[in-house]
């Protein structure tokens, strides 16, 4: 059964301080989804990871994924209040499949 | 570009009723989920359509819960009857499979509540 595990699971920030999530995973995958979720609001894509090494970067969030060790990151630059929210990893089998996610991560940034 | 629509955004209905969901997804997506998200968690897969065809419900409680996709487009999510543990928010999202490359855009989600 293939599992997706996140860390930490609430994450607590001053303003402008640095950050990373952790997505572990557990089967072989090579297509690694993040998204963003508002209080009360749907998913949001922010990347989609689909080869070893790949590194993808959209303002201050920073996403990588290293397939050998089944390991994906989201590095947080400088954050800022409007980062506020909770942050889905998941993982598919291929174009096709079903996403399995991770429990999220629930980002609170302060000033 | 219109995004995938879901009604009723919000129902609270009392144990062993029924509810129904109703699912419009991006025009031109062959591909439609119905994922369930408990409060606290990730969502899970309930049931995957392929056009009108279903490819995985191995997580769908057939028992109460039903799904259908008429003419591999809208889609409905049947419950009946409804237990406590059914309170959750349902997600319907749809996508495009082109080659290695899909993204599933999800809809706004209809929160139920079973009292």
């Known amino acids: 059964e293939l599992k997706v595990e996140q860390n930490p699971l609430f994450l607590s920030m001053q303003e402008g301080k640095n950050y990373t999530i952790y997505c572990n995973y557990s089967?072989?995958?090579?297509?690694l989804y993040w998204y963003r979720q508002d209080p009360g609001k749907s998913l949001e894509s922010l990347f989609v990871?689909?080869?070893?090494?790949a590194v993808k970067q959209e303002g201050r969030l920073m996403a990588s994924l290293d397939t050998k060790a089944r390991l994906s990151t989201l590095h947080i630059t400088a954050a800022v209040h409007d980062l506020s929210a909770t942050y889905f990893c998941?993982?598919?089998?291929?174009?096709?499949?079903?996403?399995?996610f991770g429990k999220g991560t629930t980002l609170s940034v302060s000033s | 570009e219109a995004g995938v629509a879901q009604s009723p955004r919000y129902k609270i209905i009392e144990k062993r009723q029924s509810v129904a969901f109703w699912c419009n997804p991006i025009?031109?997506?062959?591909?439609l989920y119905w994922y369930q998200q408990i409060l606290g968690q990730g969502p899970k897969l309930l049931i995957q359509?392929?056009?009108?065809?279903?490819?995985?419900d191995s997580q769908l409680p057939k028992d109460r819960f039903s799904a259908e996709r008429l003419k591999g487009v809208d889609s409905t999510l049947k419950i009946q009857p409804a237990k406590l543990e059914d309170s959750a928010v349902y997600l319907c999202a749809s996508s495009l499979v082109q080659g290695a490359m899909e993204t599933q855009y999800f809809g706004p989600g209809t929160r139920l509540l079973v009292l």
């Open positions: 998941a993982v598919d089998m291929g174009a096709g499949t079903a996403l399995i």
């Open positions: 025009s031109g997506h062959a591909t």
């Open positions: 089967t072989t995958s090579d297509r």
């Open positions: 990871l689909l080869s070893n090494g």
């Open positions: 359509f392929q056009n009108n065809g279903v490819v995985d």
